[in-house]
């Protein structure tokens, strides 16, 4: 059985230099998941971890996007509700664990369980552990 859901070019783009660990997560998860998603961001160069600080968009000046270990990802359609990114965390997770992978997810960076307090500032990224 498939959802039916294949990646656009920008996904694509957006996974490559990626690590592979990781994009096979990512590939699995689109199989898995209720709702179609997007890959806004994968590889990130420093200058660009740069902009994002100054522009308070990040709060770590070395982000694992640099080194291949975190992907954005966003639903289609999506409105920026934290619930919307439930059902994308339920096929990461999915995806992570048939693969024997351990994933952080930035809507809940702390992994208690719960996608209120402090640490749900990134509901669209995901890193490995
Ligand atoms: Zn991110």
Request: glycine share 10%; net charge positive.
């Amino acid at each position: 059985m498939s959802n039916g859901f294949v990646f656009s070019r920008r996904s694509e783009e957006s996974l490559r230099g990626v690590n592979p660990k990781l994009q096979a997560v990512v590939r699995r998860a689109l199989q898995l998941s209720k709702v179609d998603f997007i890959v806004i961001e994968g590889l990130r160069t420093a200058e660009r971890q740069r902009q994002l600080l100054a522009e308070r968009k990040t709060k770590v000046s070395h982000s694992k996007h640099q080194d291949g270990l975190a992907v954005d990802l966003f639903p289609v359609g999506g409105t920026w509700k934290a619930a919307e990114f439930f059902p994308l965390r339920d096929a990461m997770f999915a995806a992570a664990s048939e693969q024997g992978v351990t994933l952080r997810w930035g809507g809940d960076f702390n992994g208690d369980g719960h996608t209120v307090g402090n640490d749900n500032w990134d509901c669209p990224h995901f890193e490995l552990r």
